[in-house]
């Protein structure tokens, strides 16, 4: 994993940092939960699609202009991205 670790972009619990950052957390987060989903023959393969798009949009738009985004948003954005709602 390809993760920056920045402290201003993780969460932090009791005073400690996540050893990744908010995205990354939900991307592993929505990971296990869709090897889940998996494993019970749950497949959606259009909402998976469609989950992509948020965070294709947060971090584009980061790319691309001064807008900052929050560690909510980069959660969940991780999350979506693997297809879990």
């Not at 390809?2 to 201003?8: G, P």
């Not at 957390?25 to 393969?45: A, C, D, K, Q, S």
């Given at each position: ?21 908010a995205r990354c ?21 259009l909402v998976v ?37």
């Open positions: 994993m390809f993760c920056h670790k920045r402290s201003d972009r993780s969460f932090h619990l009791k005073g400690h940092k996540f050893p990744i950052c957390t939900g991307l592993v987060t929505g990971f296990i939960i869709y090897l889940i989903l998996e494993l019970m023959y749950i497949r959606l393969p699609s469609l989950c992509c798009i948020p965070l294709i949009i947060d971090g584009g738009v980061q790319l691309v202009t001064d807008y900052e985004s929050n560690n909510i948003k980069r959660s969940i954005s991780g999350l979506l991205y693997n297809g879990v709602i």
